[in-house]
């Protein structure tokens, strides 16, 4: 382990950090719930309504190995601050645009936010982190699972209670926490910019196949992970709301256990993966989740909200487990690692949602929803062929 990490977990950072992550994500938990007011709105369809997602998610997600490959070169701090206020303004400006093009872009600035603070924060956060790396990751990435988990009910109450104008409440926290990490940001930075002069005396070696395969096979688990989290995020509204004309809010009381299940799970798994092994705990959770998927459209009422929330929390439970491994495979690139992770590998799956709004538009919402099944399977058996080192051998390596 790096002189620059203590083996201690500091607490207060990861705290700050996580809150960071909360709001800012807040934003991206909004906007799928939000797709359904955009359509009636602006009379689109579904796959229009989408194309929205789709590149919320290209500037939130894909772009942010970009952003790692900058913060690796040279620390860039003061986006922690910036980041969050970005997204919510972004997010906020959304519900008083009545052109679609227009829509786009504000979300798209919403999503320039949300793409330049993890990878950034997400380094940052490893050298606070201790000797239980994944434990202490959780920490952190359990802010951005309770943002997303907020988003959809927060969103929800504002636009039912002020019209979709109500999305300008949005903008408060962001500037709230843009304030708090300003008056953090020095000693947060501390370690990380200790860590690029030790760093920036040794040369950068290209990436060898070891090192490539097991990260392109992680990488395509989390895009088919991701492609089931926000496919569920994004059809159970639809389903819900437009296709069954129920209650706005019982969709995002769904959306809202099932996130904030996410959230515990990723707590208690993180500290179960690090007594356990990482890349088996990662295949046992994915096997796990089809079957919960085929309850959960099998059932309603109270029964529905059970088996959601115990989907969300076993698919979750290994977001902080993912982070950890890609950042052990690249120890001298963990800003590039963070980024691919929580945002390349993210953003693919959230991209490919886009497909589902094509089914839905061919055979419907319910079977967009049922194809939804055969995403977890798949990362599953690729789960099964990556290589990746044992637990105490990989803990030398970060």
């Known amino acids: 382990m790096e002189a620059t990490k203590s083996e201690k977990m500091n607490w207060k950072a990861l705290a700050i ?21 955009f359509k009636d709105a602006l009379n689109l369809s579904y796959t229009a309504a989408g194309v929205i997602l789709l590149f919320g998610n290209m500037t939130s997600s894909v772009i942010q190995p970009a952003f790692g490959y900058a913060s690796d070169r040279r620390p860039m701090g003061w986006l922690l601050p910036i980041a969050p206020v970005m997204a919510c303004l972004g997010m906020a400006l959304t519900g008083f645009i009545n052109n679609y093009w227009l829509l786009l872009i504000s979300v798209m600035f919403c999503g320039m936010g949300v793409a330049s603070f993890h990878p950034e924060a ?62 953090n940001l020095s000693w947060l930075m501390a370690p990380v910019q200790t860590d ?30 991701s492609w089931t989290q926000l496919g569920l995020v994004s059809y159970i509204p639809f389903y819900y709301i437009t ?28 500290p179960i993966a690090d007594r356990w092994q990482y890349k088996p705990f990662l295949s046992l959770t994915l ?16 029964l529905s909200f059970i088996i959601i929330a115990a989907l969300g929390m ?7 487990v993912t982070v950890v491994m890609a950042q052990a495979i690249l120890p001298q690139r963990l800003g590039m690692a963070s980024g691919l992770m929580a945002g390349f590998a993210i953003g693919t799956g959230g991209a490919a949602v886009t497909l589902l709004g094509t089914i839905a538009d061919h055979w419907g919402v319910p ?21 990746y080192p044992r637990q105490r051998a990989a803990q030398h390596e970060v």
């Open 17 to 37: 950090l996580s809150f960071g992550h909360l709001i800012t994500d807040v934003n991206q938990g909004s906007l799928p719930v939000l797709l359904p007011f």
């Open 122 to 183: 997400f380094k940052t956060a490893s050298f606070f982190t201790g000797a239980k790396k994944a434990t202490g990751m959780s920490l952190f990435v359990v802010g951005g699972n309770f943002g997303s988990a907020l988003g959809p009910i927060i969103a929800l109450l504002l636009v039912s209670s002020f019209g979709l104008k109500g999305t300008a409440g949005l903008f408060v926290p962001g500037i709230v926490m843009g304030i708090v990490l300003i008056l």
């Open 196 to 225: 690029f002069k030790q760093k920036s005396t040794g040369k950068h070696v290209p990436l060898t196949r070891k090192e490539i395969v097991p990260l392109s096979l992680i990488i395509t688990i989390v895009a088919l992970r």
């Open 243 to 270: 296709y069954l004309k129920g209650d706005p809010l019982y969709a995002g009381k769904l959306l809202t256990t099932f996130l904030l299940a996410g959230a515990f799970g990723n707590l208690v798994g993180s």
């Open 287 to 302: 096997i796990l989740v089809s079957p919960l998927l085929f309850f959960f459209y099998r059932t309603q009422g109270i």
């Open 314 to 320: 076993v698919l979750l439970s290994n977001f902080g």
């Open 367 to 387: 079977m967009a929803l049922k194809a939804i099944l055969v995403l977890p399977l798949l990362a599953f058996l690729l789960s099964l062929f990556v290589g």
